[in-house]
């Protein structure tokens, strides 16, 4: 195969594997068989090795399998600072919170919300530039996170490459925020193999989802059967968002994977309603959760009222 011809190929193996990994985590709904994908992936990764020397591997789906170990993880600035939830503890709270905001917006503007399940997992800031995964942080503290690039990239779920839509061109830098988490099943299953091979149990998904971000080795990272659910898109030049249900929306056409769970109200008191729902429903679901978020749906309304 001459250079031409191969580098060709590599990049159709590289949208035909990315696909295939969309049909399979996104949507639920594969359209090949698994051997059939191992081929695809086999052959990428030996053109890749053929032709290493003109070859970016940085978006390559042949990286999920993890790299060489790291001495360890440096530290990186997040484009925009990770905020902290403020916590409501009773409906009381969260009837000033919708005080709060109706003083602040006067008597002509209503606020509606979207409420979604709040997963007991571990926040991280997904960097793309020009469409492309670049970096991948931990929260941190909220500034400043490590940087787990080579760990988060493992994770099949997480799109290496934004596809473009007819009326967002993606240039520059854009922060995607999520929750990574180990299902309830995962982590029992990772717990039997832990004892199976005389290494310590975690004591719950949370920390096995921590953990299993940050081993220095991505090898063992890629090993552990870690999810993500993504909520916030931040920067990226071009038409913004109006709201935060469309930011869920657009997430979802691209790729990422969003919860089920949210949805858009029109009161605090559907809000509430809302907690109730999810709160009966809490032991049903194949995650930990540990409470609710509500956010104002409005951009412009959440740029007048500042945001924690």
């Not at 929750?179 to 193999?193: T, Y």
């Given at each position: 195969m001459d250079r031409e011809t191969a580098l060709q190929r590599i990049e159709e193996l590289k949208k035909l594997v990315e696909y295939h990994n969309r049909r399979y985590y996104q949507l639920d709904d594969p359209e090949i068989s698994d051997a059939e994908y191992d081929r695809l992936m086999a052959e990428l990764a030996e053109l890749e090795l053929a032709w290493a020397d003109e070859t970016d591997l940085s978006a390559s789906p042949t990286q999920r399998v993890g790299a060489e170990p790291l001495d360890a993880f440096e530290t990186r600035p997040h484009l925009t600072p990770?905020?902290?939830?403020?916590?409501?503890?009773?409906?009381?709270?969260?009837?000033?919170?919708?005080?709060?905001?109706?003083?602040?917006?006067?008597?002509?503007?209503?606020?509606?919300?979207?409420?979604?399940?709040?997963?007991?997992?571990?926040?991280?800031?997904?960097?793309?530039?020009?469409?492309?995964?670049?970096?991948?942080?931990?929260?941190?503290?909220?500034?400043?996170?490590?940087?787990?690039?080579?760990?988060l990239k493992t994770i099949k779920s997480i799109p290496a490459v934004i596809p473009p839509l007819k009326d967002r061109q993606l240039t520059g830098p854009?922060?995607?925020?999520?929750?990574?988490?180990?299902?309830?099943?995962?982590?029992?299953?990772?717990?039997?193999?832990?004892?199976?091979?005389?290494?310590?149990?975690?004591?719950?998904?949370?920390?096995?989802?921590?953990?299993?971000?940050?081993?220095?080795?991505?090898?063992?990272?890629?090993?552990?059967?870690l999810d993500i659910y993504c909520y916030s898109i931040i920067g990226a030049k071009g038409p913004g968002f109006d709201s935060q249900w469309e930011i869920l929306g657009t997430l979802r056409e691209w790729g990422f994977p969003v919860n089920?769970?949210?949805?858009?109200?029109?009161?605090?008191?559907?809000?509430?309603?809302?907690?109730?729902?999810?709160?009966?429903?809490?032991?049903?679901?194949?995650?930990?959760?540990?409470?609710?978020?509500?956010?104002v749906d409005s951009c412009a309304q959440q740029k007048l009222l500042g945001a924690v």
């Open positions: 990770m905020l902290s939830l403020a916590n409501s503890l009773t409906e009381e709270d969260i009837h000033e919170f919708g005080r709060r905001i109706s003083s602040l917006l006067g008597p002509d503007q209503q606020a509606a919300f979207v409420v979604e399940p709040k997963l007991d997992g571990v926040a991280v800031n997904l960097i793309y530039e020009d469409g492309t995964l670049s970096m991948g942080l931990t929260r941190g503290d909220g500034t400043l996170g490590e940087d787990i690039s080579r760990n854009l922060e995607v925020r999520g929750e990574v988490f180990l299902s309830i099943e995962a982590f029992k299953a990772l717990n039997r193999r832990q004892e199976e091979e005389g290494k310590p149990t975690f004591a719950n998904p949370r920390n096995a989802a921590s953990g299993s971000l940050r081993q220095i080795d991505p090898r063992v990272s890629s090993q552990r059967p089920t769970l949210a949805r858009r109200v029109e009161s605090i008191d559907d809000c509430i309603q809302c907690f109730h729902e999810m709160e009966g429903r809490r032991k049903e679901l194949p995650y930990e959760i540990d409470g609710m978020v509500i956010k």
